[in-house]
């Protein structure tokens, strides 16, 4: 049996008639870019992230790049963030010219830390750039109210949580400015690159769509210098006939993190073949750790386990045919671009370990049971068994 890490084959077939018929109703009109279908796929996916505005834009990256324009940060500020995400978080930052300050993560959701937040805010500091990492939202109650007290902007990068809940907010919607991704891999996705960033701010909305179109306010009249930052047409529409199907597809994610949960819970006493082997549970405890759910709805982008042997683990479950990733294997604050910030080897154990022992395992809604159950049991053989 092959397990890929994300089939987005399954998907498209499932709603194939209603994606084609949005692609053709584009390719009729032949408006491309902007327009009343990135509008209506804008509306919509603010109406359902909780946020009164959406800007669509072409990347998650750039959705963060924008939000961060849109605060003009620049040369001699700096932002707080995790050194524990995809490269665009901290490489946004830097585009702008303003400088990353990394503070370390917490282990039990690889979402940065709020209780070290504030002892790394300096008078320089203009926003901070939390994560919502694989899904799980970061703390935001501790956050925001630090933002409050020091006068900051809260960019939120949701590119991994749309649809994440906690606190009575959704991921994007309790910050200044939330920043998604419509990227293939993302939990709502395109057929390309698109993102959006949301804000219920109509000032923020107002500068937010003049960046992404150079700045321009009136028809070649610039009064800031934005960019082509644009999501166009097609991308909206598919994005648009996706989102009813969203939730669907997320609870589908949340059972197969439980069929996960229930068949690794604990593998040193439940072999999932139902025998007793390994009776006397040699193995510690943690050699095996699942994801830690302590927010409202993780919406599970990617379930990702600890394993101290990681790239053995790795390899063997290539070799019995199942697909995995590395979500990161390099830290940012250790990444050769930022060496002149001068972080070294042990600044943020946590994130550094993280990286040395995070393996995401296929948790796409259209996996079947028997899918998962090879892929635990063969997590069970190489963990327990070597
Ligand atoms: C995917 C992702 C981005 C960037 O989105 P793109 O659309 O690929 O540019 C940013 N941050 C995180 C955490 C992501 O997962």
Sequence with gaps: MKVPLLDL?????????????????????QRFVLGPVVQACEEAVADYVGSAHGIGVSSGTDALLVALMAEEIGPGDEVVTTPFSFFATAGAISRVGATPVFVDIDPATFNIDPGLIEERTTARTRAILPVHLFGQMAGMAPIMEIARRRGLAVIEDAAQAIGARHDGHGAGASGHYGCFSFYPTKNLSGYGDGGIVVTDDPARAEKLRALRVHGETTRYHHRIVGGNFRLDALQAAVIHAKLPHLDRWTDARIANAALYRRLLGDPAARPTDGSTRNPEGTQSPDTLVLPRVVTERHVFNQFVVRVAD?????????AAGIGTAIYYPVPLHLQECFAELGYRPGDFPNAERAANEVLALPIFPELTAEQIRHVA??????????
């Design 310 to 318: 990681r790239d053995r683990v790795q390899a063997r479950l290539a």
């Design 9 to 29: 084959a399954a998907q498209y077939a499932s709603i194939r008639p209603e994606i084609d018929a949005a692609l053709d109703r584009v390719v009729a009109s």
């Design 377 to 386: 049991q063969n997590m069970v053989d190489i963990v327990l068994y070597g």
